[in-house]
């Protein structure tokens, strides 16, 4: 028997493992205890889709065996409690429930309560109960249970004390019975009284609530006083007493005239900040009504720009709930004006106070711009507006250092390797003897960010970066693998997907179509990346060509946040981006330059192609804590900005501000949306200041610390396997037990004709296996397929420890091969 560790998918080393044995007195069995240690340091330096893991393999002549993944991760306990426990005052015999959320940690903390310093032990008192949800509950009061109440949480890591929470159990005291009423005095009246002894407050109690004694009239009326029924004498006091509350009337109404004056002053004077100048006041209780915008104020960056002549001229007709851009995000407003030139413009308004200048779902554009026909057989357009002619609700990074291209290279031999540009999601595979013996080559891969030289005719769009690979000159004996991320949501119902190459004049030709049938090349299409075997090196890229309005491109929706100049001020910049990862490490490398912080996991949003615009906006503010400008909660984006968004990293931004600097904890809700499309939301849950803000990791997964790899390690099959393989299954076999049954079983079904021109089918198949699967963990689809095949019984599973070397026998045996 023999047992072997794996954690993340890699084998441990044999040297790392501790074994002992021992035997079993009950059954007489030999048992074998294995140990591997994990460090820290390990923990920290993994970045993976999921925690640092391990699981044991163990197999004897009877059979493998696994175990289940055994999960490793940095203990912590942070400082402060989620909910600290509040003090309570209650009657006796009534509920007292005291609240504990006790900090984040890994593991999670135990709780535990004390009372006066001294741990509570709920299973000897039935009236105290701490189960539920780490809440204290007693269930009837007594007087025993006043005291300080604490909170104590604790694991592995350390201990953490609640603020003391006091509680006060208290007898409600109260009267006793009124007395009988007193003989009636001189002045016609008689009086009773009652005591508070019931029981009588002590301790610093209260006293009982109301008056101790009354008295009435005890002639019912008929008592003569100065010669008149005491009913009808009218005292000085009471006419002094309705003076007095006249005069308070009148003074309230005077106060309230006053304040309604200076509230629709203000709302004037805020409504100028905008440079906007409400005509009809009938505006605001609904319905559509005219808007003239005119300028009211120089150097605002919020009013049309007269300093230009107007070029074309632009109606609008609006048909859902728009917005305008949020005018307090001025670091990005400094490379030009916000609103274009333009010689006439009227705004419809909903009552949902929800204003735009220049967007709706279906706007009308007439002057000089490029239309497009989308998709075939459709009558919708869409049209995108000349570059100087930026909606102004739309901000682009342009102002900030933008990088031309993400460039890394790497030498490699007779061996092969794999080069990769770590958290893009590109990736090159130079085979083994792809390059002849006795020679190297230093070979670079690069990827272009600035604008794409690929301009899309038509409707077709780019769905990946543009990269680069070479030497240009660089002849290669066995195809390479070009591993290329895309944005398509891959339906060949919806999408006719194509992968182009630059010409040297600069020019782009179509390679294949990756539905098509191609002895040149191969695109394998999953759904995040496309697999291309090349025998050439050049700059490729996808397009896609939308067969019809159901087409949808996959977009990473995130947050960041930082402040502002103004230290009450607080930024929120939402990216929707291509879901490539180049496109986001893109916007992650712009929001450190601006000290931005991600917010919030990034989230998949399926935008359609049916020509309706993008809605943000933020929900859910905090009152009292934050506020936001009038109209800037939603912004709106036009179809076709989001449809070519590979141009410009595409983002609105909002700016909330505090009431007080002592606000630290902001809560809010952004949401995305496509008009008749989908929904996402992002929970914004956060503190302002930098030092108590947990960091969000950027990437879920890490390529590569080393970009480079070459020789055996950089692949996953061992080079002895792979020939065995290779000599099995490059014999045609009369049962189809061959290659062709190889690339079925690994998902491979189309254009089988291309494999058959290799010299060596099955080494192609497993080259693109190597580039597909080379984030997967270990070789267990490769071993299913070919146990499937059956194949492996008769020629494969007969090698001989004396024919591989020892660390493959043993790498083979542990995979199943």
Known sequence: MQIFF?????????????????????????????????????????????????????????????????SVRIAYLRKNFEQDPQGREVPIEGMIVLHCRPPEGVPAAEVEWLKNEEPIDSEQDENIDTRADH????????????????????????????????????????????????????????????????????NGGKFCEGLSQESENCTDGLCILDKKPLHEIKPQSIES?????????????????AVLVIGVTLYRRSQSDY???????????????????????????????????????????????????????????????????????????????????????R????????????????????????????????????SLPTRTELRTTGVFGHLGGRLVMPNTGVSLLIPHGAIPEENSWEIYMSINQGEPSLQSDGSEVLLSPEVT????????????????????????????????????????????????????????????????????????????????????????????????????DYNLRVYCVDNTPCAFQEVVSDERHQGGQLLEEPKLLHFKGNTFSLQISVLDIPPFLWRIKPFTACQEVPFSRVWC??????????????????????????????????????????????????????????DSTFPAQTGPKAFKIPYSIRQRICATFDTPNAKGKDWQMLAQKNSINRNLSYFATQSSPSAVILNLWEARHQHDGDLDSLACALEEIGRTHTKLSNISESQLDEADFNYSRQNGL
């Open 363 to 398: 706007a009308e554009y007439h002057g000089k711009n490029h239309s497009r026909t989308f998709p075939h057989g459709n009558n919708h357009s869409f049209s995108t507006m000349h570059p100087r002619n930026k909606m102004p609700y739309i901000q682009n990074l342009s």
């Open 469 to 568: 690979c070479g030497p240009p000159d660089m002849i290669v004996t066995t195809p390479f693998a070009l591993t290329i991320p895309h944005c398509a949501d891959v339906s060949s119902e919806h999408w006719n997907i194509h992968l182009k190459k630059r010409t040297q004049q600069g020019k782009w030709e179509e390679v294949m179509s990756v539905e098509d049938e191609s002895t040149s090349c191969y695109c394998l299409l999953d759904p995040f990346a496309c697999h291309v075997l090349l025998d050439s090196f050049g700059t490729y890229a996808l397009t896609g060509e939308p067969i019809t309005d159901c087409a949808v491109k996959q977009l990473k929706v995130a947050v960041f946040g930082c402040m502002s100049c103004n230290s009450l």
């Open 275 to 361: 440079g906007v100048d409400v005509i009809d006041s009938s505006a605001l209780t609904g319905g559509f009504q005219t808007f003239n915008f005119k300028t009211v104020r120089q150097g605002n960056s919020l009013l049309l720009n007269s300093a230009m002549q107007p070029d074309l001229t632009v109606s609008r007709t609006y048909s859902g709930p728009i917005c305008l851009q949020d005018p307090l995000d001025k670091e990005l407003m400094t490379e030009s004006s916000l609103f274009n030139p333009l010689s006439d413009i009227k705004v419809k308004v909903q009552s949902s106070f929800m204003v735009s200048l220049g967007v709706s779902e």
């Open 645 to 702: 968004s590979n141009r410009q990293p595409l983002h609105c931004a909002f700016s909330l501000e505090r009431y007080t600097p002592t606000t630290t904890q902001l809560s809010c809700k952004i949401c995305i949306r496509q008009l008749k499309g989908h929904e996402q939301i992002l929970q914004v849950q956060t503190s302002i200041l930098e030092s108590e803000r947990e960091a969000i990791t950027f990437f879920a997964q890490e």
């Open 6 to 70: 794996k954690c993340n998918g890699e084998w441990v080393h044999q040297n790392e493992h501790v074994s002992e044995e021992s035997l079993d007195e009950s059954s007489g069995l030999k048992v074998r205890e294995v140990f591997i240690n994990v460090t820290r340091q390990q923990v920290e330096d993994f970045h993976g889709p999921e925690d640092y893991w391990c699981q044991c393999v163990a197999w004897s002549h009877l059979g493998t065996s696994k175990s289940r993944k055994a």
């Open 241 to 257: 007493a309705s003076d007095i509350a006249l005069y308070s009337g009148l003074g309230a109404a005077v106060v309230a005239v």
């Open 135 to 202: 809440n204290l509950i007693i269930r009837q009061a007594r007087l025993s249970d006043s005291g300080n109440y604490t909170c104590m949480a604790a694991n592995i890591v350390a201990k953490r004390r609640s603020l003391s929470a006091t509680v006060v159990v208290y007898v409600d005291g109260s009267w006793e019975v009124w007395s009988e009423w007193s003989v009636c005095s001189p002045e016609c009246e008689h009086l009773r009284i009652r005591e508070c002894t019931a029981p009588a407050p002590r």
